[in-house]
């Protein structure tokens, strides 16, 4: 899949993790876990800023719902996939680079088209978590905006 950047200073802030330092490849995995995802046939490594992802992933959607999870920890600037395998391949969401002032129906139209930002809660939808309330996204949160589908 490739190397995904995040902004290391953003995200949510992990035990084990100080600072600006990246979490402990057991903290990440057990981040990975709280969100509902199999990290069983995962490896994460972590080495300084950057998380190395390896194992295997049974769709592209949840492939990259764990990048976030791990990307939008604090301390985690990268996170390396060249080792990840996705079982069932699909279409690729776009990463997005929430703002400041940006609303996520401000997004949707960035992304889908001017009239189409009551498409938002495709957003929502695709990035539970980190979103929990479309009002309270941060800057520097990373989002999967999917495609629309046909």
Known sequence: ????????EAGQKLLGGGGAQAATADDLKKEVQGHGFDASKLGIDVQGDTVK????????????????????????????????QVQQPGDQAT????????????IAEAHYGKGQGAKYTEIVKANT?????????????V????PLAA
């Open 1 to 8: 899949m490739g190397l995904f950047s995040f902004i290391k």
């Open 53 to 84: 992802l390896s194992g295997q992933a049974m769709t592209q959607e949840q492939a990259e719902k764990i990048i976030l999870s791990l990307g939008n920890t604090i301390g985690v600037a990268q996170v390396d996939t060249s080792g990840l």
């Open 95 to 106: 990463f997005y680079t929430v703002q400041k002032g940006d609303t996520l129906w401000k």
């Open 129 to 141: 978590p980190p979103v929990k309330n479309p009002d309270l996204i941060q800057p520097g949160w």
């Open 143 to 146: 989002l999967r905006i999917p």
